[in-house]
């Protein structure tokens, strides 16, 4: 391999704007938010054409397959097409922030919520959105 065809992941990422710096990118890696068969990568990874990778970003979570290799940012309609996005689609349909999500709401009047009310919606927010929340 040539020094060109060499691409570390966090310059790939940044390149097919899944992060908007490529400091962000390299942080993600470190923070063990990009992993490749499961095991975490560091932003220096060589990517290579067909590999899949898991990249966590918030709450949002992408599986992506590198189709070709891009080695600067590129305008977004160009960028989508240098990977292929394999996120199962009932995952794509979840609530993206908490903003979109159900709320809670108390009656008027009942006054402040106890630890067992407490205890209660934590519960309850845990089974909507996972262990996450």
Request: hydrophobic share 35%; charged share 35%; aromatic share 8%.
């Amino acid at each position: 391999m040539t020094e060109k065809e060499k691409l570390r992941i966090d310059k790939y990422l940044w390149a097919i704007r899944l992060f908007k710096t490529r400091s962000l990118a390299t942080e993600a890696c470190k923070a063990g938010r990009v992993k490749f068969n499961g095991q975490n990568l560091k932003p220096s990874a060589i990517v290579k054409v067909g590999e899949v990778y898991q990249v966590s970003k918030g709450i949002e979570k992408k599986i992506i397959e590198v189709v070709e290799l891009l080695y600067t940012r590129v305008e977004a309609k160009i960028a989508v097409t240098k990977y292929k996005d394999l996120t199962p689609v009932e995952e794509t349909h979840a609530f993206k922030s908490i903003f979109h999500a159900p709320s809670l709401k108390r009656d008027r009047g009942t006054g402040r919520p106890t630890k067992k009310d407490r205890r209660e919606t934590d519960d309850l927010i845990e089974g909507m959105f996972g262990e996450e929340a």
